[in-house]
């Protein structure tokens, strides 16, 4: 790979992380640093589905901390978030912790981020008419994360959708919403299904090998999406397996979507993310769907435009890395390397039945709609709307 390495780069700041196995027990004493009372949101199973998480009410009352629960379902709407936070100024609360997976963790940085402003939620998403810069002002936020996917509990956005003609797939965003606490425990991760299993890891995969070969990646993300992907070889299909019910494996995944979404976070993300916000907003499909069935052909055209250049690449080299680290195998040459990647890909395609954007409604009158509003400034290589519509072609 190339030693060439961008080292002028700025960071976002990181929550205080606690992370292994049995951290959930850091939760009551984390939210009495803010106070006694707290807003818990949390899925609609997340508490019953999780023995470690079974007990946590009960633990919060020994601690004296007065909780009310928020249950939420799917991923966060403008209206669910009104709502909640409608509910949540009904009394002060000190601090908002939220238990879950990705959406549920983005619905509670979001309400975290309304409870002290005065505007509906949707006067503040980035892209939306009439749009407000939000101050900053949010009360103390708490994400544990059970699913291993979006790495929410590291980011500072909240992805806010609305799905059906004329929707949108959009961030609340600020620098403040970065949780102020993030507690990744992989025992409360040993119980989830294995599709949520397939589909979260890989976005957690999509969002490492995106921010690794976006333009914008320095010396700082190489580093976490490098471990990242190291810690998500060694575990996704054992997790997705017989190795489901292994902390240890489930802590390899926690932990590389933990780094892909400080690498997200300060390097941005590529044309699969940017076909899920205009997508996503059309269509109700899951974003770890999403993610799983775009990547291969995403990852065959980037390479296919790359090598077009006919020049060395920076981006070639990384591709070329990426399959070693997936493979754990050495290649004669950096093509040889981009191919056997793209063919793991397919191959996980195949293995884990990763359904195609047809199922869910597509077609390809949809591809011009798709195209015009997507976005990905971050991509490895510069796509033009003939590439894009490539890439949904082979998966519609």
Known sequence: MSSE?????SILPLPRIHFG???????????SAYGRTLLLVTG?????????????????????????????????????????????RKRP?????????????????????MLLQHHSVERFIEGRPGVLLHDGRKVPFIAVPTT??????????????????GGFKRSLRHPAFVPDVAIIDPELMVSLPREVTVSTGMDAFTQLLEAYLSPFASAYTDALCCSGLEHFARSFEAASGDGAASVAVRAD???????????????????????????????DIPHGTLCATLLAEATRENIRQLQAKGEPSVGLSKFANAARILTGKSFSSEAEACEQLVAKLEAWQEQFAFPRLGEFGMSEEDFEEIIA???????????????MRRILAARV
């Open 21 to 31: 196995a049995g951290k959930l027990s850091c939760l009551p004493s984390s939210v």
């Open 148 to 165: 291993s996917g979006t790495g929410s509990e590291v980011t500072n956005n909240s992805v806010i959708s609305r799905v059906g003609p």
């Open 373 to 387: 509003t997507t976005r990905s400034k971050s991509n490895a290589a510069p796509l033009d709307a003939a590439a």
């Open 253 to 283: 995944m926690a932990y590389a979507a933990l780094m892909s979404g400080i690498a997200l976070a300060n390097a941005g993300l590529g044309i699969v993310h940017g076909f899920a916000s205009s997508v996503g907003g059309l269509f």
């Open 5 to 9: 390495q961008n080292l002028d780069f």
């Open 93 to 113: 609360f000190d601090a908002v912790a939220a238990i879950g997976g990705g959406s549920v963790l983005d619905a509670g940085k979001a309400i975290s981020g």
């Open 44 to 88: 609609r199973s997340t508490l019953r589905r999780s023995e470690a998480a079974s007990g946590l009410l009960e633990e919060f009352h020994r601690s004296g901390i007065e909780v009310e629960l928020l249950e939420v379902a799917g991923e966060p709407s403008p209206e669910l978030i009104d709502h909640a936070v409608e509910l949540g």
